[in-house]
Every structure is written in structure tokens, then in C-alpha cells.
């Protein structure tokens, strides 16, 4: 059982939590306590708060550390759809239902497990997420860029830093969207009523998707999502926002969706400039099956 830290806050403590805790318990990192805070695991006088809550002389705070779940991280021999490779990045078409990396809940039978086995990757981004550049959700198909060293990550993560690169999706969504396209600027965070879903928050992180209609069925939409930003769930968080959330999605969908393994979005286009040779490179991934003959089967029931 981890050990529960408490603090009481004097004159030299105050101001935002999650700076403050940063500085006091160093052993920590202020991204752990950070995700701490927002999951409950982090009371002041008693009570949850949000990372940008600002401490108070007086303030009483616990700290109940998660227990940490151990992850062995090896190699396994799982089929890659690769799309491109060099020797600095690697292109992936990911199937709906593989993990990205593990995590508690998930510790094998991931996409870094496979890449692990296929090639080395970079180290930048930890022990448990090698190469990752960018995520897309477990049931969600599509692209991802893999950097194979740590000058091809620091150049990747820095073109999505600068809104550089290009990421288009095609998704399935509830309800007839009568615009042609669209601009949603809404900013996310964590729901402060189900702390498993993100949603449209006022503090939350800026948070912008834009969105055109390519056909319409009698119920449903099928629209191609440009992200302007990479927020978790975003997609997902802002079609609900306007009313059309994803087919199938389990999270944020309504309970009476169409069949299917999960939420029907595909990341089909992916950009960027090699961080080699500066050359821009863009790739496409076609619907996979399962979502190509939904489509199919709206077009003929919608006869």
C-alpha cells in the first residue's frame, strides 16, 4: 500500500496546487501529480480539487500515491501494416481495437510491443511509450508516425507543437448535419462528473476541430475531422458537443448505435516533413473493411 503524504500549507506554499506540489514533493513528477490531482487521488480539507486551484494558508492536503502496476515491455512478433519506413521514421496503419502502448490494464499486445519486435525506436518519451509520437484511441483505426531514433522524435513532436503537420479522419456520426462544414473551438478537460470521460470545460485546454460533410445517410453523417490541435477524445468530445456524436462510439455514443467493436473513425491522412530531408511526405490509409461495408449497408437500406 503506498504511503499517504499530508501537508499543511503556510505563507511560503501558496498558489496554484500543482506547481506548488511540484516544488515540495520533487520526488514526484508534476505531470504524475498533475494526473493525480485530476483523478481524485490528491484531497484539499478533505475535498478534490483541480490542478489549477490555488492553495490557501492553512489548506490542509493528502496525497494518496496510486499504486504503481508493474509493466514488463518486450518484443512481440505481431503483424504490422506498415505503411512507410526509412531509417528515422516509421508509417503504421493501426487496426481498431490494438492499444497504442501499455499502460495499467493494458500491459502486452500493443503497438509498441509489435514495433519493438520490427525495429528500435526512440527513447524520448519513456520506458513504456518508445517511438510514440502521437496517439490515436484503441478503437480507432488508422495512421501514427513512429520515430525510429531521438533526432526524427524532436522533430516530429516539435511539427505537431507548431500545428505543421496534417491529420484528417473520417468519421461516422449520429443525426443529419445540414452545414456542408464547420469549425468547433471549444476547450477540453477532463468531465467533472465521470472522471473516465473528457468534455467541453471552460478551463479546459484549447481545443480546436474542423470538420466537412461527405454524404448523408437518413440518421447518420459521414464527415471528414481536420485536427487543429491533439487533445484526447477529441473528435469523440466535440461531434457529442454539437450533437452528433460517433456511431458506435461506447463513451460518448447513445446507448442505441449501430453494430460494431467501437467508435467508427478512421485516420486516414497523415503529413508531415521527413525530419531528415525536410521533404513533405503525406499518406493515406482506405476505410477498413468493417467500415466500408457499414457504409455499404446505409446506402442500401437508405434506398
Excluded at 505563507?11 to 520526488?27: A, E, N, P, V, Y
Excluded at 526509412?86 to 501499455?102: A, E, T, Y
Excluded at 473528435?235 to 460517433?246: E, T
Excluded at 508531415?272 to 461495408?293: D, I, N, Q
Amino acid at each position: 500500500m503506498s504511503e499517504q503524504l499530508e501537508l499543511v500549507i503556510d505563507d511560503k506554499m501558496t498558489g496554484r496546487i500543482d506547481k506548488q506540489l511540484g516544488h515540495h514533493f520533487d520526488q514526484f513528477s508534476r505531470s504524475q501529480l498533475q494526473h493525480w490531482i485530476e483523478d481524485g487521488h490528491v484531497l484539499v480539507n478533505g475535498k478534490q480539487v483541480k490542478p489549477k486551484y490555488k492553495l490557501l494558508v492553512g489548506d490542509q492536503v493528502e496525497i494518496i500515491p496510486e499504486e504503481p502496476q508493474k509493466i514488463d515491455l518486450a518484443p512481440e512478433n505481431i503483424p504490422l501494416d506498415i505503411v512507410y519506413e526509412d531509417n528515422d521514421v516509421i508509417v503504421v496503419n493501426k487496426p481498431q481495437g490494438m492499444v497504442v502502448h501499455p499502460a495499467p490494464g493494458h500491459p502486452d499486445h500493443t503497438l509498441v510491443n509489435a514495433l519493438l519486435f520490427h525495429s528500435p525506436l526512440s527513447t524520448i518519451n519513456g520506458e513504456f511509450r518508445p517511438g510514440i509520437v502521437h496517439r490515436i484511441d484503441k478503437d480507432t483505426s488508422g495512421l501514427l508516425m513512429v520515430a525510429k531514433n531521438d533526432m526524427a522524435h524532436r522533430s516530429l513532436t516539435t511539427q505537431l507543437k507548431a500545428k505543421t503537420n496534417k491529420r484528417e479522419y473520417i468519421a461516422l456520426v449520429h443525426g443529419v448535419i445540414k452545414e456542408e462544414k464547420g469549425t468547433i473551438d471549444a476547450p477540453l478537460g477532463r468531465s467533472l462528473k465521470d472522471r473516465k470521460k473528457q468534455a467541453v470545460v471552460l478551463d479546459g485546454r484549447h481545443a480546436v476541430t474542423h470538420f466537412k460533410v461527405l454524404e448523408r445517410f437518413k440518421n447518420y453523417t459521414l464527415v471528414a475531422c481536420q485536427l487543429e490541435t491533439g487533445r484526447t477524445h477529441q473528435i469523440r468530445v466535440h461531434m457529442k458537443y454539437i450533437g452528433h456524436p460517433l456511431a458506435g462510439d461506447p463513451l460518448y455514443g447513445p446507448r442505441k448505435t449501430l453494430p460494431g467493436n467501437g467508435q467508427y473513425l478512421h485516420a486516414r491522412l497523415l503529413g508531415f516533413k521527413h525530419p531528415r530531408t525536410g521533404k513533405e511526405m503525406v499518406f493515406t490509409a482506405p476505410l477498413p473493411s468493417y467500415f466500408a461495408a457499414m457504409l455499404e449497408h446505409l446506402r442500401k437500406t437508405d434506398q
